[in-house]
């Protein structure tokens, strides 16, 4: 029983070119977040999704960054024009359910040069 | 301001050594957990606390629930280099469309030989 997969591992963008990051949840889990962590700092809601629909997109800046989940495959969180500041570890968890029992991915490591 | 605030932030100390690390908010919570994260992986589960002055032992690890449930403590006994890594506090925060998982500062260790 696989955990959650995200992938790549490690992404290098140059500054303008877009990101996609990947994610796929444990079997039987309908639920995915994605958090940020920066260096030395902990980990930041970006947004919470289930099967073709985003619930929770309060942690997620406005402009450049997207994320979905659709009915088939994984969900995918996309930077768009990347910068230096997107630069971070991205990580994607899943649940069953909206009461706990999150399961974290090894991450993906975004750098942009 | 952070809802959940970790101290120390960083933390070096010898092989068998003794250590305790905090998280403290001034909200109450029905629940908190604890959370370990070694370099280049995501976040593991490590304990849920639920009740009032709830203890809950793992191995060399004691956890430990404020009775006014708003802080916690975990406390490792004879720290190995294995226990090197970020502890992350966190709590489920429902937000009206959803719950979703807050994480603390975090508190580095550095167990060294």
């Known amino acids: 029983n696989a955990g959650v997969m995200q992938n790549p591992r490690h992404l290098v963008r140059r500054r303008g070119q877009e990101a996609r990051l990947r994610c796929s949840p444990m079997?039987?889990?309908?639920?995915v977040y994605w958090y940020r962590q920066l260096p030395e700092e902990g980990l930041k809601f970006m947004v919470y999704l289930q099967k073709e629909n985003i619930i929770d997109e309060s942690g997620m800046p406005k402009e450049r960054f997207s994320a979905e989940f659709p009915k088939e495959g994984p969900s995918i969180l996309r930077i768009q024009q990347v910068v230096r500041g997107d630069s971070a570890a991205y990580f994607c968890?899943?649940?069953?359910?909206?009461?706990?029992?999150?399961?974290f991915g090894s991450g993906t490591r975004l750098t942009v040069v | 301001t952070q809802l959940l605030e970790q101290s120390p932030q960083f933390l070096s100390i010898q092989e068998g050594e003794n250590l305790t690390v905090y998280c403290n908010s001034s909200s109450v919570f029905s629940s908190l957990q604890w959370y370990r994260q070694e370099p280049g992986e995501g976040p593991v589960l490590l304990v849920t606390?639920?009740?009032?002055?709830e203890v809950k032992k793992l191995k060399r690890l004691t956890f430990q629930f404020g009775d006014a449930r708003k802080d916690s403590s975990l406390h490792i006994t004879a720290a190995q280099p294995g226990d090197t890594g970020l502890y992350l506090c966190?709590?489920?925060?429902?937000?009206?469309?959803?719950?979703?998982?807050?994480f603390g500062t975090g508190t580095r260790l550095q167990v060294t030989l």
């Open positions: 968890a899943s649940s069953p359910g909206t009461n706990g029992g999150y399961t």
């Open positions: 966190a709590v489920l925060r429902n937000t009206g469309t959803a719950s979703k998982l807050t």
């Open positions: 606390v639920v009740t009032g002055g």
């Open positions: 079997k039987g889990h309908s639920h």
